[in-house]
């Protein structure tokens, strides 16, 4: 086999060469050579080009039925066998018209996704690369291109010559915008800078997937303008299902893959080399985080071990490893961008984040829920369909009295059952279907949070930080402007959020005689509690790089539990 370079790949060369390629795709670093969609424009890439893209999974259609393989016959009878795979359009010369009723022809169907760029990917953590200065080649002149769906209509030879002309528009010229499409096309749940959409085909049969996972794609891009206008102009302008399912090329390509895989999101591979001393990048991150808690270094732990946590464990409606916080008692006065400044910080070190400014008229006017729209056949993405492991902010501190709408209430309890539940109720009209979720949610509020919080952690602020707090600035630079102390905090959160932990039987006897204490101090307190606890507990080790928990750090947890529960009395008081 003639080696030929990724970048240079055809889906003709791929089929021939099937086993090879795929074995070659398993490289990492043969893979980066591929061009990617997420940082390259589409008017930089050509038609039939192998690229790659990392995005979620917003939406899944039907399956597309197409011809795997079809027979065309030539004006001198002369007959050829072609592929209809990773490609939308039927392949015909001038010459040739295609065997409809030929018993070589197979049909087959592919799973079709719509994936966009992953919400709330922060900056440092999309991958850079310069646009790769490719000059748009034309695809080879075909007389008849035609879509491989089995429409007879669609496949017929006889089409009129100025239609056929119509379709074949000029590559060149494909980044048009269509005035009749609907608004907010693309769907994202949230705004996405530079954000990017595709329609995936996916031909492994046992591909398994979900929605809002992340994954990444390698295919064939197709950019041919005649995807789009293949449908009867009279259909494009009424059938809305058709117009959403059918947007031009320009806006949303199509992607054939070839390998689609779940991603683990791996960081930027800016420092593969670096492996973090645990210790004092937790100490460094620790201290970072007290100034910006005006001096708190209790809240700074229990914000760590926030940042470290994942769900591990479901059961019913038991959800452990969920460990929302509401951070309150901070001066908003004084010190009215305190909101912002934490959220700043943590877009540096977490890969994804949204910042929600909770109000009035945001809970009742917003789209929280994703929704099916019965005449588009599409989900319409809500706010809070985002992949797991995005941070969400939740800055209360503009929220003023009033009454919820019926929306509103239907949004406050959609932020609830994600807050209590790690799931999100999606609205398909007639029923609904619970998705679950893993986002970690921080919420910001002078008092406590009229969301169900459990955890809350008023600040005890240091009068010496408050007084210096608007030099917090330069404290910041030192801790962030060093990009190796921070790629060591991004690679310090990664790794331990994946340690395997568990916890010895031989601290459980303690376990049970401390929640009694516990009890003793605080008569609300019941089995919920113990199941934070011990979440707490697990994730303070965690952030120690424990992989058990050992009699002194519950101790530990136990005392900084008491003395978080203490000002909450206080504050209640």
């Given amino acids: 086999m003639n080696v030929v370079s990724v970048t240079d790949w055809t889906c003709e060369y791929f089929l021939n060469n099937r086993a090879s390629c795929k074995i070659f795709l398993e490289n990492v670093e043969e893979v980066r050579e591929i061009p990617s969609i997420n940082s390259t424009a589409l008017h930089n890439l050509r038609d039939g080009q192998l690229v790659r893209f990392r995005g979620m999974i917003q ?32 392949l015909c010369q001038e ?101 990017r959409a595709c329609i995936v085909k996916v031909y492994e049969e046992d591909a398994a997937f979900k929605l809002n996972q992340v994954v990444d794609v390698i295919g064939f891009i197709s950019l041919d303008p005649t995807v789009h206008t293949v449908c ?46 645990i210790g004092s990048t937790r100490s460094n991150l620790h201290k970072m985080f007290s100034h910006v808690l005006f001096g708190d270094d209790l809240a700074a732990d229990f914000l760590i071990a926030h940042l470290l946590s994942t769900v591990y464990l479901r059961r019913n409606d038991l959800c452990l490893g969920n460990y929302p916080l509401n ?23 977490v890969p994804k984040s949204h910042y929600f400014e909770c109000t009035l008229d945001s809970l009742n006017n917003g789209c929280f829920v994703p929704k099916k729209d019965y005449e588009s056949n599409r989900l319409t993405s809500g706010a809070l369909q985002l992949s797991n492991n995005t941070h969400l902010v939740i800055d209360e501190t503009k929220l003023t009295a009033g009454k919820l709408s019926v929306e509103g209430r239907k949004n406050y309890q959609a932020i609830d059952n994600l807050l209590t539940l790690q799931k999100v109720t999606y609205d398909f009209k007639f029923y609904t279907m619970e998705h679950e979720a893993d986002i970690p949610i921080l919420i910001l509020s002078e008092t406590k949070s009229f969301l169900p919080c459990t955890v809350q ?16 600035d330069q404290i910041l630079t030192l801790h962030l402007g060093d990009e190796n102390r921070v790629e060591d905090v991004r690679q310090y959160l990664r790794k331990l959020q994946r ?32 199941h934070l606890l011990i979440v707490l507990a697990r994730l303070m080790a965690i952030s120690h790089g424990e992989t058990s928990l050992t009699l002194p750090r519950w101790k530990d947890t136990v005392r900084k539990e008491i003395q978080r529960l203490g000002r909450v009395r206080q504050r209640t008081k």
Wanted: no cysteine; net charge negative; hydrophobic share 30%.
């Fill in 457 to 472: 952690v008023p600040l005890s602020i240091d009068k010496d930080v408050e007084n210096g707090y608007s030099k917090v």
């Fill in 327 to 349: 951070i309150t008692n901070f001066p908003i006065e004084k010190f009215p961008d305190f909101p912002r400044i934490l959220y700043d910080v943590l877009k540096k070190i």
């Fill in 95 to 195: 010459n040739e018209s295609i065997l409809l009723e030929s018993e070589n022809n197979k049909n087959a169907e592919r799973q079709t996704f719509v994936v966009i760029s992953v919400p709330g990917l922060n900056d440092w953590a999309r991958e850079k690369s310069p646009d790769l200065k490719l000059t748009l080649e034309k695809s080879p002149r075909l007389s008849m291109k035609r879509p491989l769906e089995e429409d007879e209509e669609a496949m017929d030879t006889t089409e009129p010559a100025k239609k056929r002309e119509k379709e074949e528009i000029n590559l060149n010229g494909m980044e048009r915008r269509d005035k009749s499409l609907p608004e907010n096309l693309l769907n994202f749940p949230i705004p996405i800078e530079g954000g």
């Fill in 499 to 530: 340690l395997v932990f568990q916890i010895d039987e031989e601290i459980t006897s303690a376990i049970q005689e401390d929640f009694v204490e516990l009890r003793k101090l605080d008569d609300k307190i019941n089995g919920d509690n113990l």
């Fill in 232 to 277: 009867d102009p009279e259909e494009l302008e009424y059938d809305a299902e058709i117009r959403t399912h059918n947007p031009p090329t320009s806006l949303i390509p199509r992607l054939h893959a070839v390998a689609i895989t779940h991603s683990i999101e791996d960081l930027p591979r800016r420092y593969p080399h670096i492996t973090p001393n």
């Fill in 59 to 90: 939406d899944m259609y039907n399956p597309e039925f197409y011809f795997e393989r079809y027979e065309v016959i030539d004006r001198n009878g002369g007959k050829i066998i072609r592929s209809g795979m990773y490609r939308d359009t039927a």
